[in-house]
Structures are given as C-alpha cells and as structure tokens.
C-alpha cells in the first residue's frame, strides 16, 4: 500500500486527478449553496398554494 501511495505521490496523473476532484468538489458544493435558495422559495410557494386552496373551502 505504502508502494503504490508513493507511486502515486511522483506521478503527475496523480496531481492532476486531485486537482480536477478538489474543482469538481467546488462545483457540487455551489451546486448545493444555489439548490437550497432554491429551495426555500419554492417551499414558500407550494405553502402559499396550499394555504389558498384550504381557504378557498
């Protein structure tokens, strides 16, 4: 294990994978930050339509 950590510390595919995993990490997490604006938008509107329809009775 030790071997292939070391193996995989000099070669430059290595850093490149890290690196494309840390942006794609960045992605997922602004990703996440917009979804939950979101979100709670939409939760408001669904709870505005619910509230409507139950007055509307």
């Known amino acids: 294990m030790i071997h292939i950590l070391c193996r995989l510390a ?7 994978a890290i690196e494309y995993g840390l942006i794609l990490s960045l992605v997922v997490l602004a990703m996440i930050a917009a979804l939950q604006g979101v979100a709670s938008t939409t939760t408001g509107m669904w709870n505005n339509v619910s509230d409507k329809v139950q007055n509307a009775h």
């Open 10 to 16: 000099r070669n430059r595919r290595g850093a490149t």
